[in-house]
């Protein structure tokens, strides 16, 4: 099984309001990922945690916060969003988080965010 | 830098045809290389994996490596209406993740 689930779906919000994102996985997978995607563009990688410790920050704005709470676990607090900032948000998940040569990365169904 | 080029198409195909998608790198330190489908809208879904030089077969899609060359190749035999999708490469480069080329948008015409 290489399932990674994220929810809400779809969230809509407005400029001032605080969400969170989340994401799980259940394959003991040891590295987790958030990516930001625009319409037409790649994924865009935002942070991630490798042994439930951030090892990158892609120069991200403060208004996104990651939280990892545990090894199955992800969460993106947002606060005070842009409506740039409207995007599909990907968790992905891999088995290492050593970006080791075998360290396939395996994605969510995202969220759809709209920042009004 | 590290660069990952990709053709942006839109790549037009028959039906029942090869689809052939391309992708060079910039940095001989690449290891991995992944190919990824993502329809309009969805996440990307993982296809195919290759680290070695030569061909890896997997049903109707074939993943092509040639580090000398730096580029590596996905073929889609048979393509189907279905396989109109957004390809993208990605390579992990030394210790660093994923990168992603802009991706090949793929049309498979019934």
């Keep these: 099984d290489t399932e990674v689930t ?43 945690y490798s042994y439930e410790k951030l090892s990158i ?7 996104f916060s990651p939280e990892c709470p545990n090894s199955s676990l992800l969460n993106l607090h947002l606060h005070a969003l842009q409506p740039e ?16 040569s075998t360290d396939t990365q395996y994605f969510g169904p995202g969220t759809r965010l709209t920042v009004l | 830098q590290k660069e990952v080029e990709q053709n942006s198409g839109p790549l037009s195909v028959p039906e029942g045809a090869i689809a052939s998608l391309n992708c060079t790198y910039s940095d001989r330190g690449s ?29 109707r899609f074939t993943a092509q490596l040639n580090k000398a060359s730096q580029y590596v190749s996905l073929l889609i035999r ?8 957004t390809y993208l ?22």
Excluded at chain 1, 85 to 100: E, F, K, N, Q
Excluded at chain 2, 89 to 110: D, E, Q
């Design chain 1, 6 to 48: 994220q929810t809400p779906k779809h969230l809509v919000m407005g400029m001032t309001n605080k969400k969170s994102l989340k994401c799980e996985q259940h394959m003991g997978h040891r590295a987790m990922y958030w990516y930001k995607q625009k319409a037409k563009k790649p994924p865009e990688l935002m942070f991630v």
């Design chain 1, 57 to 63: 920050n892609e120069s991200v704005p403060s208004r």
């Design chain 1, 85 to 100: 900032d409207s995007a599909l948000y990907l968790c992905a998940s891999s088995r290492t988080g050593t970006h080791a």
């Design chain 2, 31 to 59: 290891q991995s290389f992944f190919w990824y489908r993502q329809y309009s809208g969805k996440s990307p879904e993982l296809i195919m994996f290759i680290y070695s030089n030569g061909d890896k077969e997997d049903g």
């Design chain 2, 78 to 85: 048979d393509s189907q209406p279905s396989d109109s999708a």
């Design chain 2, 89 to 110: 490469c990605a390579v992990i480069i030394g210790n660093t993740p994923l990168v992603f080329g802009k991706g090949t948008r793929l049309s498979v015409i019934a």
